[in-house]
């Protein structure tokens, strides 16, 4: 059996289960952003040499998993040429 979706169909369904997954994924990634200041911390105070880096690598990573990686899918979902979609 054929798949009779255009390609834009099909990259819509891509972006609907990639928020879906996000979404899923956002408690982990919330326990996660927390060990990751844990471990912060840590180097901050034993380890001056590591914190900055680390800090910075940290913050990148919080920010992008839970901010920054589903508004980039909605906005790429958000251009595709079909009507009534809601991202």
Known sequence: MSDHRTREEHTADIAAHTLTRLDRMR???EKL???LRHLGRYAEQHHPDLDHEFMLMMAGAAQTFS???PESVRDVA?????RGLEF
């Open 78 to 82: 958000s251009r595709l040429p079909l």
């Open 67 to 69: 901010c920054c990686l």
């Open 27 to 29: 408690d982990e990634f």
């Open 33 to 35: 952003a927390h060990q």
